[in-house]
């Protein structure tokens, strides 16, 4: 299994982001996808998360300014981030499992990463 992030990048307080995730190599019907992030000296933490039944999860410091979405075809994965702020700078990594999703836990597949800066 396969995931390639995109998509970070620099932008100002209050600017908007979209991340893609591209994934190969998976193929089963039950899975979760998701996002996590960390930054510098803290622990990788979960953002989104969504499962092949459609069944959303967003963490509470991200809820109403992120949408997590797949493409038609299931094997890409995004995050629209708007209204950013300082707080959102990390490095976001996507992720994926042959499995329901459960609070974030338990995921076997990460990608390389991508990195959001938010400036003040």
């Known amino acids: 299994v396969q995931l390639k992030e995109s998509g970070g990048g620099s932008v100002q307080t209050g600017g908007s982001l979209r991340l893609s995730c591209g994934v190969s190599?998976?193929?089963?019907?039950?899975?979760?996808m998701g996002w996590f992030r960390q930054a510098p000296g803290k622990e990788r933490e979960g953002v989104a998360e969504?499962?092949?039944?459609?069944?959303?999860t967003y963490a509470d410091s991200v809820k109403g300014r992120f949408t997590i979405s797949k493409g038609d075809a299931g094997n890409t994965l995004y995050l629209q981030m708007n209204n950013l702020k300082p707080e959102d700078t990390a490095t976001y990594y996507c992720?994926?499992?042959?499995?329901?999703?459960?609070?974030?836990?338990?995921?076997?597949?990460y990608g390389q990463g991508t990195q959001v800066t938010v400036s003040s």
């Open positions: 992720a994926t499992d042959h499995k329901y999703c459960d609070g974030f836990a338990n995921f076997r597949y």
């Open positions: 190599g998976y193929t089963y019907t039950k899975h979760c």
């Open positions: 969504i499962d092949s039944d459609g069944v959303i």
